[in-house]
């Protein structure tokens, strides 16, 4: 793919991950500069990007975090060192269509909040890492489904908001892992059915909502194991 999106951060070649059009990690061989907005593979050319335009949202950890101007609206952080940054990280309502994947990678904030943004995927393992994190607010996007393991690592959440989504069903051992979960907010989606042993380990839940959503009839057993 020798069309690749070049952010302003990115102007040094073989030192750095490349991001292509599907936002996924691209090390191109051989290694190439920057030019004219876009990854140049074979010319060897230097980096001239045009002036950006996208927004800085925040800074957490020492780095930067942007959002793209053109759509999809995609966040993506400056090349940093990244530090803990203790608080909450507040992306909410930014338009955000998609993440970077290890946009978060080493960072260690107590709260995400992602809330009222537009994003429909999650980049598998986009929260890696995360083990500090305490809540994480997904509430208001457009996810239709959420990848296997996509929470897998996150022992210290106690929050998680999925509300006014348009889930349609979720996997086997979702939750698995979060056995520190207190609060689950799964109301206003479009939730059919529930898996057999998908609050299988939450056993510290004291809060699940549920309501709003399309479920005619639960399966014997579904909350066995709260």
């Not at 991001?19 to 920057?34: E, I």
């Not at 059919?192 to 005619?216: E, K, R």
């Amino acid at each position: 793919d020798t069309n690749l999106v070049c952010y302003p951060d990115l102007a040094t070649c073989c030192s750095t991950d490349y991001r292509d059009s599907s936002y996924k990690v691209f090390n191109p061989t051989p290694c190439a500069y920057c030019a004219a907005g876009t990854w140049s593979l074979y010319g060897f050319e230097p980096c001239t990007p045009a002036a950006s335009t996208d927004r800085l949202i925040t800074t957490c950890g020492g780095c930067d975090f942007y959002k793209t101007a053109s759509s999809p609206v995609v966040l993506y952080r400056s090349s940093c060192v990244p530090s803990s940054c203790n608080g909450t990280m507040d992306l909410s309502g930014q338009g955000l269509q998609a993440l970077w994947d290890g946009v978060f990678e080493g960072l260690g904030p107590v709260d995400l909040d992602l809330g009222n943004n537009q994003l429909a995927t999650l980049p598998d393992g986009v929260f890696d890492g995360l083990t500090g994190l305490e809540s994480l607010y997904l509430n208001g996007n457009q996810l239709t489904t959420l990848p296997d393991g996509v929470f897998d690592g996150l022992t210290g959440l106690s929050t998680l908001l999925l509300s006014d989504n348009q889930l349609t069903t979720l996997s086997d051992g979702v939750f698995d892992g979060l056995t520190g979960l207190e609060s689950l907010y799964l109301n206003g989606n479009q939730l059919t059915t529930l898996p057999d042993g998908v609050f299988d380990g939450l056993t510290g839940l004291s809060t699940l909502h549920l309501y709003a959503n399309q479920l005619t009839t639960l399966r014997d057993g579904v909350f066995d194991g709260l």
